[in-house]
């Protein structure tokens, strides 16, 4: 029965269905409101084949990655130092495999020692062996669950030596695989000019789509895009001087018992880094190879993975007198004829203690020095004066101090091309009075200043900037990387030499310090490195730590003396005769760059 404009009513009083009449404007509201539901009925339909259509269309595709060959890193000779290798990894679906076969690829991972991944109930195992890739082929023919897909294995040719430099390949970690959006079965630049450069290194993804039918199987190939190789990088180091000077560090290390140090070789004139060794090292193959090791170099109590060049800190002791030195020249608060005389310590009557001193040493009785034998001796009591003053001699005081410590680049990153550059830490009133339980700043505290101690920290690149400055009168940017080339090996990129600052100081100054960093070499405290096979300007460091229980070493300088070709600083930890330590080795590092090494 149809009752075109009336409604069905149930009377509860009755217990009998009544017709009942609407008035006309609910039967107009009834009509737009039906209206309304229908066309949105209409556009959710739409909407939803839409949806579903999409939703088919992902699941009769398979979409494959593949990854591109990373650009290689060359030493300033076009010596490989970073190679690629084809491999295969394998990609397993977690939710399409069983129990028994998820046992099966625990298996293999173990016995095979190989580096792996989970992400998204999906395993991707890294650089599967042949043998065995020729194995899973056969029993997973279907390559859908389970599938090889080509990929690319890192191969570092110098192993030990090159590790911290050149930074080591892994998996993304989740932070990288947010922010970076990175498919997370890729590897990534994890530690050194792998990391800095990962995006130049990386190159584009291919991609691989197949068309599947209803039963999962593959019809045919529907895009293929060819992944594209990374950028290469070319950069100023030189692979065999790297390689051989870290055999001989290594010897040296280990036949006097020390453990941790680093050496940086620049090129004054142009700020190219020759040489960047932090000892211990690592081979970065471990890393591709095995996990097992891997966790050996990651648990090392000498940190290998920590670059102590570039970001270690520390207080340089007296490799920064020659600094001081110009910044008493410069102010005219000295001349460097006067003689000052040492006698083993300075004592300073303590003004709240009559007839107590505050005493402060020397290394040893100097008696009477200038300048130069100053810096040459190393003659803390002279650099007390002519940096805190005393009676009749002024000093610079803790702002000029840290005044021509930043002209010479210190409390500041250099800008090198490198990852974890530290910027070190100079001191004064203001920090004391914020960071220290002791909040007055003492004349003590500026004498410490000006010896290298204290709270000053500096990295040990700083130190060879700085010593660069002393021997050219200009800061440049230390840099490693001289040339960015693309898959055609055609150059992109080329780093020019970059002058910070210039003119620092004037040249009759300079020179005095110059001549007194050579005396440090020919009559002063490195009088074996008289006998290398160059003319060498330097100086020398013994900063006391851990409370002056323990020493560390430093010597920093130029050669040949008249015409600087090269500055190498050098340092090691932890010693227990100062700064005498490095000369040995020094001394061969040198000879080998200009004997050995320039000869080949």
């Given at each position: 029965m149809n009752w075109p404009e009336e409604q069905l009513f149930f009377d509860h009083s009755s217990q009998t269905f009544k017709k009942f009449n609407f008035p006309q404007n609910i039967k107009l509201l009834f009509f737009s409101l039906y209206f309304l539901f229908l066309i949105l009925s209409l556009k959710i339909f739409f909407l939803d084949g839409e949806r579903w259509k999409t939703l088919a269309q992902a699941n009769n595709s398979l979409k494959i990655i593949t990854t591109p060959p990373r650009g290689l890193i060359l030493d300033r000779d076009n010596k490989v130092l970073t190679d690629n290798q084809t491999s295969l990894d394998l990609i397993v679906d977690l939710n399409s495999i069983t129990a028994e076969e998820k046992k099966f690829f625990e298996r293999i991972i173990e016995e095979n020692n190989l580096n792996f991944n989970i992400k998204a109930n999906q395993l991707i195992i890294k650089n599967i062996p042949q043998e065995l890739s020729s194995r899973l082929i056969i029993i997973y023919n279907d390559l859908l669950k389970v599938r090889l897909v080509d990929s690319y294995k890192r191969i570092y040719p110098y192993e030990k030596g090159f590790g911290n430099l050149l930074g080591y390949l892994g998996f993304p970690s989740q932070e990288e695989i947010e922010q970076k959006k990175i498919d997370p079965n890729i590897y990534l630049g994890k530690l050194g000019l792998e990391s800095y450069y990962e995006n130049y290194l990386r190159g584009k993804n291919g991609e691989i789509v197949f068309e599947k039918d209803t039963k999962l199987n593959i019809i045919r190939k529907i895009k293929n895009e060819e992944p594209?190789?990374?950028?290469?990088?070319?950069?100023?180091?030189?692979a065999e001087y790297q390689k051989k000077a870290y055999q001989i560090f290594d010897n040296y290390m280990k036949e006097n018992g020390y453990r941790k140090?680093?050496?940086?070789?620049?090129k004054p004139q142009t700020g190219e880094i020759i040489s960047l060794i932090s000892y211990p090292d690592f081979d970065?193959?471990?890393?591709?190879h095995s996990p097992y090791l891997t966790k050996e170099i990651l648990t090392d109590k000498n940190?290998?993975?920590?670059?102590?060049?570039?970001?270690?800190?520390?207080?340089?002791?007296?490799?920064?007198?020659?600094?001081i030195a110009?910044?008493?020249?410069e102010e005219k608060i000295i001349d460097p004829n006067k003689k000052i005389y040492s006698s083993g310590e300075l004592r300073i009557p303590n003004p709240y203690f009559p007839g107590q001193y505050s005493i402060f040493k020397d290394w040893k009785l100097h008696g009477w020095v200038d300048m130069k034998e100053a810096i040459a001796h190393s003659v803390n009591v002279y650099f007390y004066l002519i940096g805190g003053g005393y009676e009749n001699q002024k000093g610079l005081?803790?702002?000029?101090?840290?005044?021509?410590?930043?002209?010479?680049?210190?409390?500041?990153?250099?800008?090198?091309?490198?990852?974890?550059?530290?910027?070190?830490?100079?001191?004064?009133?203001?920090?004391?009075?914020?960071?220290?339980?002791?909040?007055?700043w003492r004349l003590g505290d500026t004498y410490n200043l000006s010896i290298g101690q204290g709270d000053l920290t500096v990295t040990p690149l700083q130190i060879a900037v700085f010593t660069s400055a002393l021997a050219t009168n200009k800061v440049v940017k230390p840099y490693l990387v001289s040339e960015i080339l693309d898959e055609n090996k055609k150059t992109i990129f080329h780093q020019k030499p970059e002058i910070i600052k210039e003119n620092l100081v004037k040249e009759e100054n300079l020179k005095i310090i110059q001549e007194g960093m050579r005396m440090t070499v020919t009559e002063g405290t490195a009088k074996v490195l008289n006998y290398a096979s160059i003319a060498i300007a330097g100086k020398s460091g013994t900063p006391e730590i851990y409370g002056k229980k323990k020493l560390n070493a430093f010597f920093t300088g130029y050669a040949p003396y008249e015409n600087p070709e090269i500055v190498m600083t050098l340092f090691i930890e932890e010693v227990p005769i100062g700064a005498v330590a490095t000369l040995p080795l020094y001394k061969n590092l040198i000879d080998l760059y200009f004997l050995e090494n320039k000869n080949n």
């Open positions: 594209r190789m990374g950028y290469s990088l070319k950069l100023t180091i030189d140090g680093g050496l940086i070789v620049l970065n193959n471990i890393f591709i940190q290998p993975l920590f670059n102590r060049v570039v970001s270690g800190l520390y207080a340089p002791g007296s490799v920064i007198k020659p600094i110009l910044g008493a020249l005081g803790v702002y000029k101090i840290k005044e021509y410590f930043k002209l010479f680049g210190l409390g500041q990153k250099t800008g090198i091309d490198f990852p974890g550059e530290k910027t070190g830490f100079l001191p004064d009133p203001e920090t004391k009075k914020k960071n220290n339980f002791d909040k007055i």
